[in-house]
């Protein structure tokens, strides 16, 4: 079975710092991978999505993810912060071939301005 | 990009009656899945409903708890029945669409008291 593990559960950064979080994920065969933002009273929102290709993927709002397969880790980064990023931030994976898609438990990103 | 729209966005019921969720989506698709999101935890898939055929629920979800139709490709229904103040949670309706992942709904907030 998929796992996803998100090992910072809250990170506080201060504006234009950059920004990292980790996600690892557990699955032998193909995947695709997502990330999700939630901001505030808000429904989550696709950040950006890897199927295949070019690992190096970006997405919207300046946020780009590298998957790197050795490692089975899709970290997600932003060089440089601003107080609207605060949000939680779900790293999530889909088993090619199959419909379930599994997510970490989150990551709260508090921005001070 | 794809809108699915979900009702009531909130709602607080008494314990022992059941609530009937609503997902609309904007085009047609295969599967719709149905989520749930407990307070401060990550989001858990409660079934994958297929317009056709009977739901298909994770472990630790039941047919008599969280009975789901999918009446066609754009409309699915959640009930959450006989319900205890642990069914308190946001439950969220998704559904894939390739070329943008999984879109969700602005989920429901549900207060059982």
């Known amino acids: 079975a998929q796992s996803v593990s998100q090992h910072n559960h809250h990170v506080i950064l201060s504006e234009a710092a950059s920004l990292e979080l980790g996600c690892n994920y557990s699955?032998?065969?193909?995947?695709?991978l997502f990330w999700y933002v939630q901001y505030p009273g808000q429904h989550l929102q696709l950040l950006l999505k890897?199927?295949?290709?070019?690992?190096l993927v970006k997405g919207i709002k300046g946020f780009e993810a590298e998957f790197i397969k050795s490692k089975f880790s899709f970290n997600l980064r932003k060089p440089s912060v601003q107080w609207s990023d605060t949000a939680e931030y779900f790293c999530?994976?889909?088993?090619?071939?199959?419909?379930?898609?599994?997510f970490g438990t989150g990551t709260k990103l508090q921005v001070i301005p | 990009s794809a809108v699915i729209s979900q009702k009531p966005s909130r709602d607080i019921c008494q314990r022992g009656t059941s609530l009937t969720i609503q997902c609309q989506v904007d085009?047609?698709?295969?599967?719709m899945f149905w989520y749930r999101q407990q307070p401060g935890q990550s989001l858990t898939l409660i079934a994958t409903?297929?317009?056709?055929?009977?739901?298909?629920?994770e472990s630790g979800f039941v047919i008599d708890k969280f009975p789901i139709s999918r009446p066609n490709l754009t409309f699915s229904t959640l009930t959450v029945s006989n319900m205890s103040p642990e069914d308190s949670s946001i439950y969220l309706c998704?559904?894939?669409?390739?070329?943008?992942?999984?879109?969700f709904g602005s989920g429901t907030r549900l207060t059982v008291v």
């Open positions: 998704s559904a894939e669409y390739r070329a943008n992942g999984y879109t």
């Open positions: 699955y032998g065969g193909t995947v695709n």
């Open positions: 890897y199927f295949s290709g070019d690992p």
């Open positions: 999530a994976v889909n088993a090619v071939g199959y419909q379930k898609v599994t």
């Open positions: 085009s047609q698709v295969t599967m």
């Open positions: 409903a297929n317009q056709g055929s009977e739901a298909t629920y």
